[in-house]
């Protein structure tokens, strides 16, 4: 079955702007959640939805912001671009109930903030 | 405040030998501990995990081992491979009500090395 995929894969931006992320969960799998990946702070977890809702939110600014469809598929937005915010970002699928769900990764989203 | 720590940045083993990566953690709700492997540029491939139920796993060359009183897992890869090479990370999550949520918490991850 198909994997976690996540569009688009480069993106480059210019501070101040937004930007929106896409990642579409492994059929089945009804929890989604986004990571940011950079070199100094490693994987930190940003929000996690599961059926349409915010279940679990990392320390990050208000301006990172999620949201979720009915057919599982999540999108991330961050507004007000800052140089910080180059990463790649992460998105997960899991199915979200149950004891013992592995959570399984998209290809990542590399985002260059100009 | 760092709950999921690989204190080893990298490690470098012969082929055909045992490679082992450590984990420790500080946060006592953990009751579920992933390995993941990933290589520059691409998301993170799960590779095995253990519920603190248990203290081993195995799946194939890959074994995790689980010691909750110290609150430390290892990863062991045996025999090494040179394609292993890659940047491993350890993650732990919390259930609550019988649901693991999709929240990992992860190690700064250890760069593995195999030479041929």
């Known amino acids: 079955k198909a994997g976690v995929t996540q569009t688009p894969r480069y993106l480059i931006k210019t501070r101040g702007q937004q930007v929106t992320l896409s990642c579409s969960p492994i059929s089945g799998h009804r929890s989604v959640s986004w990571y940011q990946q950079t070199p100094g702070q490693g994987l930190q977890f940003l929000f996690e939805y599961f059926s349409e809702t915010q279940r679990n939110k990392g320390n990050f600014p208000g301006r990172f912001s999620g949201r979720q469809f009915s057919n599982s598929r999540s999108e991330m937005n961050v507004s007000t671009l800052e140089l910080g915010d180059s990463a790649l970002y992460l998105c997960?699928?899991?199915?979200?109930?149950?004891?013992?769900?592995?959570?399984?990764f998209g290809q990542g989203t590399r985002l260059t903030v100009v | 405040d760092q709950q999921v720590k690989q204190n080893s940045p990298s490690l470098s083993v012969q082929e055909g030998r045992i490679s082992i990566l450590n984990c420790d953690y500080t946060n006592s709700m953990f009751d579920y501990f992933l390995w993941y492997k990933k290589y520059p540029a691409e998301g993170p491939t799960f590779l095995i995990s253990i519920s603190s139920i248990k203290d081993k796993n195995e799946d194939g060359r890959f074994t995790v081992f689980l010691n909750k009183s110290a609150k430390h897992l290892s990863l062991h890869i045996v025999p090494s491979q040179p394609g292993d090479s890659a940047v491993y990370f350890c993650?732990?999550?919390?259930?609550?009500?019988?649901?693991?949520?999709?929240?990992?918490?992860f190690g700064q991850g250890t760069i593995l090395t195999v030479h041929p």
């Open positions: 997960a699928s899991s199915l979200g109930w149950g004891f013992n769900t592995e959570a399984f």
């Open positions: 993650a732990a999550s919390a259930s609550a009500g019988g649901t693991s949520y999709g929240k990992l918490t």
